[in-house]
């Protein structure tokens, strides 16, 4: 037995020895190869199954030990070869800098900090080593230090574009906005056609509230660059929502006097869609139909409105989830309208409500929701159509495309399948001018969804149950509508 053992940590042993010695002459190879060679023989015709799962236990952990051990040996000398560098020409800023690319390789930015110094010291113009300290100063979080170190680089050279941008996310991160925005309009002089650089103005500009200047910035990114541009858009029309003053609606009829006082209205700063997701008066919408709002309301007109509250959003995939505020105390409305859950045509989530199959390319949806508000009718619109493609702007997997007529307001309705499954959340309307302007050509009936799946995901992080919807059995137009109108909200964003 202990003759096998010996077996089983020989050949490792001798491969350690291998590994080790790189210089082994010709006649010390053939020894090596002879000896592991017979230790293999034996043990493999002596050795039990289970001392060979042993052996190769052994063998793996050397592997992997050989990795770590070369790293280690690879690093070790590579510091030793910058160190030496820097020992034989103490005066060469280059030397220093090198040694310490090499410990922030290493991700000792400590060590490359000190290295950078001794560089900058010997050559204070050294635009390279200044960038590697500020960077090496973020890493370990000094932002103060990494600041300072990029203006010092604009000192050298006003326009070098990297260390703007770096300033103006530094001061946005830090709540500088007004500095960020400084930052990032050099950038964007030196490097007009950098899209990133527009995103981020947009961004520092509609955190202190400029929005017109916000929605300038992200026309600009588009236009640049029109691929993977869905959010971008839905922002806009968020911004947009904001800045748009709505018109007091008119309450008066033919006939009624002109002189007569109206009745005033809250100020209303727009409208979106929804749709019931379970009997305890939860609502899917979009978070852009609802980000700034007051106060929310939801209903299935405009005159017949409850009160709702955010219980929570999911920016990065524009969904909202809203609850009606109290059940206990509902007024009569607010009874009136809990009370269509109860009706067995509409599914909730509890009970199957979202597909679990992806969108198939070529197959019917239909399309629930309540475009304009209520200029044209106080009342639900559907429109059909098929999914365009099974991925939506910019390739995002979590979206799809579809050429049902979706108009401002439809955000946040649901989309139906032909059989009532809910197979996704109207998100978005191309913006058909800024892409004309884009690429030349003026695109007809692309329109946006957010998948089922997605929408799934957000319900069951909520806490909310959510079922696989088992409807297959094929309904006319006019069964879909009556599930929509039964399900669809119009929300109502008041400022």
């Known amino acids: 037995m202990a003759q096998a053992y010996l077996q089983i940590v020989g050949v490792p042993f001798l491969l350690l020895e291998w590994r080790l010695n790189t210089n082994i002459n010709p006649f010390s190879r053939f020894f090596w190869w002879e000896t592991a060679g017979s230790l293999v023989r034996n043990m493999f015709l002596n050795i039990q199954p289970q001392r060979l799962i042993l052996f190769l236990f052994f063998l793996a952990a050397f592997c992997s030990g050989c990795v770590g051990f070369n790293k280690v040996v690879t ?5 030793t070869e910058g160190t030496d560098q820097v ?21 000792n930015h400590k060590e490359a900090i000190t290295s950078y110094k001794n560089a900058i010291k010997i050559d204070p113009n050294f635009s390279a080593a200044l960038v590697n300290l500020g960077y090496a100063y973020d890493d370990l979080g000094q932002k103060q230090n990494a600041i300072a170190s990029f203006r010092e680089i604009l000192r050298i050279n006003p326009d070098y574009v990297d260390a703007h941008i770096y300033l ?34 947009g961004d520092s500009y509609a955190k202190i509230g400029k929005y017109q200047d916000a929605i300038n910035s992200y026309k600009t990114a588009v236009e640049i660059s029109p691929i993977g541009a869905g959010k971008t858009l839905a922002r806009i029309r968020e911004l947009e929502h904001k800045l748009t003053p709505i018109r007091p609606r008119q309450e008066q009829r033919i006939g009624e006097s002109a002189h007569q006082p109206q009745e005033e209205q809250t100020p209303q700063s727009g409208t979106g869609s929804g749709f019931f997701v379970s009997k305890m008066g939860h609502v899917i919408t979009n978070a852009h139909v609802v980000n700034g709002c007051k106060k929310l309301t939801v209903g299935d007109n405009a005159n017949k409105q409850v009160s709702a509250e955010i219980i929570n959003t999911d920016r990065s995939n524009d969904l909202a989830l809203l609850k009606l505020s109290s059940l206990d105390m509902a007024s009569a409305d607010s009874k009136s309208l809990i009370q269509k859950l109860s009706i067995v045509v509409v599914p909730l989530s509890s009970k199957g409500l979202l597909r679990s199959e992806d969108v198939r390319l070529g197959e019917k949806v239909l399309v629930a929701g309540y475009p304009f508000g209520d200029i044209f009718s106080n009342t639900i619109k559907v429109t059909s159509g098929i999914v365009s493609a099974t991925r ?15 108009q401002p307001g439809n955000s946040g309705g649901p989309i139906y399948d032909s059989s009532g499954n809910i197979v996704g959340v109207v998100v978005s309307q191309l913006d058909k001018r800024m892409v004309e302007k884009a690429i030349g050509s003026m695109p007809e009936n692309v329109n946006f969804g957010i998948k089922a ?12 149950p959510s079922k696989k919807a088992e409807q297959t059995e094929e309904k006319s137009t006019e069964q879909l509508a009556e599930i929509a109108k039964n399900q669809a909200l119009m929300v109502m964003c008041l400022q």
């Open 75 to 79: 690093h070790t000398r590579l510091i």
């Open 453 to 464: 799946s997605t929408v799934k995901q957000f319900l069951i992080s909520s806490g909310l």
């Open 87 to 107: 020992q034989q020409n103490p005066g060469d800023a280059g030397a220093h800098f090198k040694l310490g690319v090499i410990y922030d390789k290493l991700e």
């Open 168 to 201: 103006g996310n530094s001061f946005r991160e830090s709540g500088r906005y007004q500095e960020s925005i400084t930052s990032f309009k050099e950038a964007s002089r030196i490097q007009p056609m950098r899209v990133y650089v527009h995103y981020s103005l």
């Open 392 to 406: 939506g702007a910019g390739d995002d997997s979590g979206q799809f495309q579809l050429d049902a007529a979706v």
